[in-house]
Every structure is written in C-alpha cells, then in structure tokens.
Nanobody, 124 residues
Framework: QVQLVESGGGLVQAGGSLTLSCAAS????????MGWFRQAPGKERDFVAA????????WYADSVKGRFTISRDNAKNTVYLQMNSLKSEDMAVYSC?????????????????WGQGTQVTVSS
C-alpha cells in the first residue's frame, strides 16, 4: 500500500513558476513509476509527466514539454513537478500517482495509487 500526498499548489500569474511535490509512504518508493496527471473543470484527467523508478525513463505530454520538469528524490520518497512559463490552460487539479507494473506510464488506468490532488490556479 502506498499513500501519496501532494503539496505546492496555489495561485500564480501567467508566465510564472510553481513546483509541486508528492510525498509517498512506504519503503519501496524507488521501485514505483511516478506520474503526474491533471484535471481541469469539465474535462477528463490528462497525463502530464512520469518518471520511472530506476534511472533513465521520463515521459511528458506534448503540451508541457520544455516547460515542465519531473524529478524524484528516492531518499526522500518524493517526486516533484517543476512548472515554468505557466499558462491559463495549465490551470487544473494536479494529482500524483504510482504504479508497480509494466503498463504504459502515460495511461491513467495503469496506476495503482493516487493522491488527493492539489489545485493550481493561473491568473492572466
């Protein structure tokens, strides 16, 4: 069982930056692929970024490439999402998720565990 708690959301002006954190419980954090997803009002939950447990594999949605950076600190059981050049269309509830299987890292139905989410609001 893995519990995930997001933090770092808030209000930011367009063009600004924000860093989200997701703290995970459990002693096998490094074995999980961690993902970030977001859901805007009235829309489906969409993939944002993911990072594998071991070194080397990172995935980004086209809409955030070059602006967002996902990283992890296995010693702290934490995954981060650095968001730069924020746009109004980035406004959403951001959730982190964890998976311990070999299913696709960009599909939300691949993930076993989910956090509650944190709101990101971008003002124009």
């Amino acid at each position: 069982q893995v519990q995930l708690v997001e933090s770092g959301g808030g209000l930011v002006q367009a063009g600004g930056s924000l860093t989200l954190s997701c703290a995970a419980s459990g002693r096998t954090f490094s074995s999980y692929t961690m993902g970030w997803f977001r859901q805007a009002p009235g829309k489906e939950r969409d993939f944002v970024a993911a990072i594998s447990g071991g070194p080397g594999n990172i995935w980004y949605a086209d809409s955030v490439k070059g602006r967002f950076t996902i990283s992890r600190d296995n010693a702290k059981n934490t995954v981060y999402l650095q968001m730069n050049s924020l746009k109004s269309e980035d406004m959403a509830v951001y959730s982190c998720a964890a998976k311990d299987n070999y299913k696709s890292a960009v599909r939300l139905d691949s993930y076993n565990y989910w956090g509650q989410g944190t709101q990101v609001t971008v003002s124009s």
